[in-house]
């Protein structure tokens, strides 16, 4: 009886030794540091860039990066942010959350102290009784710090608005508004996950992907998406994927031949963007290292700069960018990508930091989950997207003076 309790006691102690690694700590002093180290930053990078429009004010943070259970944490009450079930309850005397941490800190009316906390391997609820794994959270994901840049607390916080709209293995803009990925935007988040090492987690959904056009603009077949596709499926396989084959014969339907070369031209977000559409293709069959005929046309495209990472040159000014700042803020962050400046918006808020309003193509119902005030303004945030955008141009603003070396270009 004696050996089997100290074995059960020595399980007890490695799951409780397993649980509590980095939990964050739960004083109140320290945390408050962290979380005013984060503002200092948040405000500088403020400083630099637009206003933003006025999100609700609401106070809440979510768990569950990647391909794991979904968790919001709200008022003392954290939940399973897919069907709304309660997980944990609590009566909240003092609430800290920590964004680039990843952790809310509790102190209950009973002088109890919380702590839940995302790392690398799950989330887990710590107290000084019993630490517990959320079941459904324990997979693996990349967290790095970013030391040598100068918003390293910015980047993670934007890394978590990026992997925490990961589901089943779909990369999507915005979980509560969107059930289906755009393959813009999935291939801006797939930069990210490159850049991280949390490539494995899209993967599943990539390799079954069999058709080159996403369609969620009302069905519209995208000529964008068949380059941003190409891109996405060379993260994983190569020209002998079943989709390629497929591509290239949609390419084929809509090719122009004009005396500057043979590109292709259809609709993206509902008009012509030929320049933005033949960047993409061009760059998806470079990445696979495939046969590429195609030209970019030197003509006015109000979306050539959203994309800045290769095809620099193809730009002709002479039309207004297509960078709506307040309701698609990726636009602006990437135009100004484009053409280094520093002009477009960040939330004000500690978290999240990203959103999008008033998209055509969105179910902002979902979001009542977080908050009424969310649907009711037609806001959906965090914007993985946007984060996206963020994320890649921030990567740049080096703190050590030395050149970067962009693996997009």
Known sequence: MRIATLFLYSIILIFTISCSRNPGGTNVKASLHDLNKFRVEHDSLRKKTSAPIDLPQIRFFQFGMGNRTKLLYKNGVLTNAINGDTIKKWNVKTEIIVPYNYVVHLITTDDKKITIKEDSNYVCIYSKWKNEIIPGTESKINLPDFPDHQ???????????????IVDSKPLPNFYVYKNPWRRDAAMMAMCLDYTGNLPLIKDWVMKLDDPYDRNNKGEKEADNLGETLYL??????????????????????????????????????????????????????????????????????????????????????????????????????????????????????????????????NYNGMNKIDTSFTREKIASPHSWHAAEMFLYLLEKKRIKFQMTNKYL
């Not at 918003?151 to 993670?156: A, E, F, G, L, S």
């Not at 290239?248 to 259809?266: L, P, Q, T, W």
């Not at 053409?339 to 008033?358: A, C, G, I, Q, R």
Request: with cysteine; charged share 30%.
């Open 233 to 362: 499926i060379s993260l994983y396989s190569d020209k002998s994927h079943p989709l390629v084959a497929k591509i290239m014969e949609e390419a084929r339907k809509i090719e122009v031949k004009e005396n500057s070369g043979k590109y292709i031209k259809g609709k993206t977000d509902y008009h012509e963007a030929p320049v933005y559409q033949n960047k993409w293709l061009k760059f998806g069959l470079k990445k696979l290292g495939m046969n590429d005929e195609y030209s970019i046309p030197y003509v006015e495209d109000n979306y050539s700069a959203l994309f800045w990472w290769d095809y620099r040159s193809y730009y002709k000014p002479g039309i207004e960018d297509a960078c709506d700042k307040k309701n698609y803020p990726y636009l602006g962050w990437a135009c100004d990508h484009f053409h280094d400046n520093f002009n477009s918006p960040v939330s004000n808020h500690d978290y999240p930091l990203t959103w999008e309003k008033d998209a055509s193509e969105a």
């Open 151 to 165: 918003y390293p607390r910015i980047m993670k916080v934007l890394l978590h608005e990026i992997l925490i709209n």
